[in-house]
């Protein structure tokens, strides 16, 4: 199966910047959508962006559209979320997940299959 490791979280002041990692292994595919949640202590885990491995195509949260960039290299199955203009409400577990494209964007949790085992960042006011 697929295995997901995050990395590049850290404590930033805000309206800094940091830069997510998420490399795949195992057994990936072109057709996947790899997206990006986060989980705020005490709150529901929530969409943050998404982007297909086919052809770069990206989806943004309004929280973050402006702010966050994703991009990819998929010779190295690693997805980068690049989070500028950062806000203490960003604050949270970021979690990496792989799923299935099946023509529409999706931002629920369910509809992805595999998931990294989070990296933390925190901004500070």
């Known amino acids: 199966q697929v295995q997901l490791v995050e990395s590049g979280g850290g404590l930033v002041q805000a309206g800094g910047s940091l830069r997510l990692s998420c490399a795949a292994s195992g057994r990936t595919f072109s057709t996947y959508v790899m997206g990006w949640f986060r989980q705020a202590s005490g709150k529901e885990r929530e969409f943050v962006a998404a982007i297909t491995w086919n052809g770069g195509y990206t989806y943004y949260a309004d929280s973050v559209k402006g702010r966050f960039t994703l991009s990819r290299d998929n010779a190295k199955n690693t997805v980068f979320l690049q989070m500028n203009s950062l806000k203490p409400e960003d604050t949270a577990v970021y979690y990496c997940?792989?799923?299935?494209?099946?023509?529409?964007?999706?931002?629920?949790?369910?509809?992805?299959?595999?998931w990294g085992q989070g990296t933390q960042v925190t901004v500070s006011s």
């Open positions: 997940a792989a799923g299935p494209w099946d023509g529409a964007w999706n931002t629920r949790s369910s509809g992805y299959d595999y």
